[in-house]
């Protein structure tokens, strides 16, 4: 069945180290995001990109890169220049990136840095 | 700078009652505003939206009303049920940018 898949669900990285978040959609949308929650806040979007070889910053990109080669997968590296990484953190995908498109979540994955 | 704000981080409401949950924003240039569901362990789901155009929208038992004037929308369900027991995600979208602002959220709990 069709879906947004982020893995893992969990993930602990040590300080300093580079960190890759997986997100994968079979949903045939062209548009994906990346969305950071923090405790008491909505989410913040990190980067989100309408087609594939493309990507735009969001509103906290820094400390983050991230990389659309195929239109089916959209991973999100967190950086050692991020600096507080520990967050929760949702990717998510639409049709075609318009403004009314309903943007569809994956579960999230939590990432604690030690 | 938050600029979509549910200022209640929980609700809790008897089955069958109304449930009623709002949301404040500051920038006039938002004109979509929508709401989403989240159970724990997923991520939020689509519930239901309203254009600026409008001051009501319904779909079953949910209802967003919009007060421009006053910048706020509200979500109404009813009657509520123990499954609506979740976490509501107010959202809002500028005229001219893809991105969307969240609010914090708000937890609503439904007892039967």
């Known amino acids: 069945d069709g879906g947004i898949t982020q893995s893992p669900k969990y993930l602990f990285r040590k300080e300093g180290q580079n960190v890759t978040l997986s997100c994968e959609q079979n949903?045939?949308?062209?548009?994906m995001y990346w969305y950071r929650q923090d405790p008491g806040q909505g989410l913040r979007l990190i980067y989100y990109?309408?087609?594939?070889?493309?990507?735009q910053k969001g509103d906290i990109a820094e400390g983050y890169s991230v990389s659309r080669e195929k239109k089916e997968s959209f991973p999100l590296t967190v950086t050692s220049a991020q600096k507080n990484p520990t967050a929760f953190y949702l990717c998510?995908?639409?049709?075609?990136?318009?403004?009314?498109?309903?943007?569809?979540f994956g579960p999230g994955t939590r990432l604690t840095v030690l | 700078d938050q600029q979509v704000k549910q200022n209640s981080p929980s609700l809790s409401v008897q089955e069958g009652r109304i449930s009623i949950l709002n949301c404040d924003y500051t920038?006039?240039?938002?004109?979509?505003f929508l709401w989403y569901k989240k159970y724990p362990a997923e991520g939020p789901t689509f519930l239901i939206s309203?254009?600026?155009?409008?001051d009501k929208n319904e779909d079953g038992r949910f209802t967003v009303f919009l007060n421009k004037s006053a910048k706020h929308l509200s979500l109404h369900i009813v009657p509520s049920q123990p499954g609506d027991s979740a976490v509501y995600f107010c959202?809002?979208?500028?005229?001219?940018?893809?991105?969307?602002?969240f609010g914090a959220g708000t937890r609503l709990t439904v007892k039967p």
């Open positions: 959202a809002a979208r500028l005229y001219n940018n893809n991105d969307m602002r």
């Open positions: 920038n006039s240039m938002f004109d979509y």
């Open positions: 949903l045939n949308h062209d548009a």
């Open positions: 990109s309408q087609i594939v070889n493309d990507f």
């Open positions: 998510a995908s639409s049709l075609a990136g318009g403004r009314l498109d309903t943007q569809y």
């Open positions: 309203i254009s600026s155009i409008k």
